[in-house]
């Protein structure tokens, strides 16, 4: 359920370990990414601070299939003793820690997979997005990120499009 949620949403790792359920809208579908969270020391105190931009402040909405998950994931969630909405969505008081995604990462990737890193998620939704011809506003609105950082960074993916355009001219 977690890395399908990375995959699906695109969030940031530390915006992933600050999410709460209170974030979660099953009604309207939508993610409200508003904080992110990163360990200060091996003693496991942890922060949890505003999104790395203004723009990072966003709703996520979730595809049917992730929601669907989700609202499982939430009922099973429900079921623990003095659950509240409060608690973190991927391990309930305390936050998951970046070594513990890492680890689970490693054993539940299957092994004729190419290794990427938790971060390369983020990367893959925006390739899945791009490659189905989405709006490189709408992909940089998704990610918190400006459709001028968003070209920066993807803008080799959209050089298959170009060709696309040129075919549709072509075939005028």
Known sequence: TLFCFLYYTGVRKGELMALTWNDIDFKTGYITINKTLDYKNSANEYVITPPKTKRSIRRVLMPN?????MLKYYE???QFKNFDNKW????GLEPVKSTTLQRYFEKYLPS????????????????????QGADVNIVAE?????????LNVY???W???QKEILNLIDNL
């Open 112 to 131: 004729d997979l190419k290794r990427i890193t938790i971060h390369q998620f983020r990367h893959s939704h925006a390739s899945l997005l791009i490659s």
């Open 159 to 161: 050089e298959s499009r």
């Open 88 to 91: 973190f969505v991927f391990r």
């Open 142 to 150: 998704r990610l918190g990120h400006t459709p001028e950082m968003c």
């Open 155 to 157: 803008s080799h993916m």
């Open 65 to 69: 299939k992730l929601k669907e998950t």
């Open 76 to 78: 099973n969630e429900k």
